[in-house]
């Protein structure tokens, strides 16, 4: 397996700006989820998704933010509009079943100016 | 609020040392505890994974213990190499046993 895929791989937009993250699971993994990577933060769960339906979207930092799961291999991050402070790396992840091990793209690195 | 903390930050060790990083969470109530590795501008790898009711996990030169009551885990590398240098991440997840909630990192350098 290709292991996640993430796309883009970098980012630069201008503030205000709509931006599109995309993510591919790994084939027959049931939980996906995004995480967000920054020096002041750290890695920070957004929202999760199992079965392609979210769980928990508590993570989400605010109504710019939003995120959906079409089918079970691809979904997408959406940050519109966005802002300087939303420049970070953000990682798609995955996993098969509960509890089970995450395994995790090579991320999005964002820049916002 | 599950907090983790990982001690040191950093690290720097000749080639051949045994090392152990540490990890401390605040709430015992976790699913499972895993460790991951991170080399500069990559994702994460995951290194093991230690079920609440585990006490040790191995595989190759890596040894992760858990004391789910103290609210503390130890990795261990034996015998390190120059390609062990990368930051180590710790995670414990609760909340349905998919949140993951990670610590800073420890950052390793060995040195040949």
Not at chain 1, 23 to 45: A, N, V
Request: charged share 20%; aromatic share 8%; glycine share 8%.
């Amino acid at each position: 397996d290709a292991g996640v895929i993430q796309s883009p791989r970098h980012e630069v937009t201008e503030m205000g700006q709509e931006v599109t993250l995309r993510c591919k699971p790994i084939s027959g993994h049931d939980y996906l989820f995004w995480y967000r990577q920054t020096m002041m933060r750290g890695l920070e769960l957004l929202i999760y998704f199992n079965n392609n339906v979210p769980i928990d979207d508590s993570g989400m930092p605010e109504d710019r933010f939003s995120a959906k799961m079409p089918n079970a291999s691809f979904s997408t991050l959406k940050i519109q509009p966005s802002e300087p402070r939303d420049s970070a790396v953000y990682f798609c992840a995955s996993s098969q079943g509960n509890q089970e091990t995450q395994y995790f793209g090579p991320g999005t690195r964002l820049l916002v100016l | 609020k599950q907090e983790v903390t990982q001690i040191p930050a950093a690290l720097s060790v000749p080639e051949g040392e045994n090392l152990v990083l540490n990890c401390s969470f605040t709430d015992s109530a976790i699913y499972n505890l895993q460790w991951f590795r991170q080399d500069p501008g990559k994702g994460l790898t995951s290194l093991l994974l230690i079920q609440s009711s585990q006490r040790e996990q191995t595989s190759g030169r890596l040894n992760a213990s858990l004391d789910k009551s103290s609210g503390r885990s130890t990795l261990y590398i034996a015998a390190s190499q120059p390609g062990d240098s990368a930051t180590y991440l710790c995670a414990v997840s609760g909340g349905g046993g998919n949140k993951l909630v990670f610590g800073a990192g420890t950052i390793l350098r060995v040195k040949s």
